[in-house]
């Protein structure tokens, strides 16, 4: 792994590019990060990831150019890297067993934070059953995280952070970016909170941790009405 160049091709307000910006970030790799603009993507972007989204990483191994893109991918590879790692050990390697516990949450968890993002927050109108819905999930994710603790310590017996924690982070940080808009809507959930709080205090996540101002910018950018606006640069356009 040691001579691998690696260009890591991001939106820093993206929370999928902030997957593997936190994994790089705990990992303490280096690596090159080049800003993408998702609503001008450059022709250098566009032949890295031809579906033009963030994340997208560039490895350069012995002369050899390798294309990775989805950030849980990406940041299973980053996390491969000599040093502590988000996938538990056992016998001086990642545990398959484990490994598989907590991909198997990732798959069946992480597609529904993300879509109440644009099935609850992004939505101008939302009756009484879609907030319901919203805070039964929330609830379930409070369960899970209780007294502040790591999103699968129920299911390991013993309360370590993992994979599922880094991945489900940025997802949670739009909802406390937001929650000031929902007076009271999170005060019941003092786990989740907890968690929250726990996550956020962590160096690396400080390091790519996105500016509230500008998730709360990109919160009314989308709850306006007409098509789908990509993340463009410079990102100081969200202050
Ligand atoms: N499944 C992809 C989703 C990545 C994704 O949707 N990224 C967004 C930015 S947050 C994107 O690039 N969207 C394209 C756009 O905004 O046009 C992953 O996990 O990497």
Redesign the pocket.
Known sequence: MSGEKLELAV?TL????QRALYVAAFKGLQFDLIEVD?ANPSEWFLDLNPL????ALKVTRNGQVFKL????NVSEYLNSFPGRSLYPIWHGKIDPLEKGIVDVFIKNQLGTAGSYLYNFFYCTEVTAEQTQEFKNYLNTLNTMTENGNYFLHKTLGRNEMTMADAMIYPIIERYMAYKDFYQGLFEPYTGLLSWYNRMSAEPWIQTYKAPINRLQKIYHIRREPGDYR??TLPSSLYD
Not at 14 to 17: A, N, Q, V
Not at 52 to 55: I, L
Not at 69 to 72: A, I, M, N, P, R
């Open positions: 939106h993206c929370p999928y590019s998702l033009c989204e963030a994340p893109t989805e950030s849980l990509p993340l």
